[in-house]
Nanobody, 125 residues
Framework: QVQLVESGGGLVQAGGSLRLSCAASGLTFRNYGMGWFRQAPGKEREVVAAINWSGSSSYYLDSVKGRFTISRDNSRNTVYLQMNFVKPEDTAVYYC??????????????????WGQGTQVTVSS
């Protein structure tokens, strides 16, 4: 079956960096756009970043632009989220997601085809 397994979460100080990884299996990775979502307690889940099948196009939540970078390695079936200059408001459970398609752009949706289980990111001040 399809599995998306996140790793790399943890505790980091404000201003620091963290890299999340999502390893995909059970699917043809190059046929899927990938994304990172997050959800903090009491808040709705929101898309943080997304990347198309080839990595040629990406999308970012306004509040993370210039700080976070999404990337993918199709040879490793892995998508990454590099988080720099993190802020306490970045604290959330971060979820990896996959949506089937080989578009030249990214499509933002809260209902992707597959979800990972999430990894906790906590930013201390």
């Amino acid at each position: 079956q399809v599995q998306l397994v996140e790793s790399g979460g943890g505790l980091v100080q404000a201003g620091g960096s963290l890299r999340l990884s999502c390893a995909a299996s059970g699917l043809t990775f190059r046929n899927y756009g990938m994304g990172w979502f997050r959800q903090a307690p009491g808040k709705e889940r929101e898309v943080v970043a997304a990347i198309n099948w080839s990595g040629s196009s990406s999308y970012y939540l306004d509040s993370v632009k210039g700080r976070f970078t999404i990337s993918r390695d199709n040879s490793r079936n892995t998508v990454y989220l590099q988080m720099n200059f993190v802020k306490p408001e970045d604290t959330a459970v971060y979820y990896c997601a996959a949506r089937r398609g080989r578009s030249s752009t990214v499509v933002v949706t809260l209902t992707p085809d597959y979800w990972g289980q999430g990894t906790q990111v906590t930013v201390s001040s």
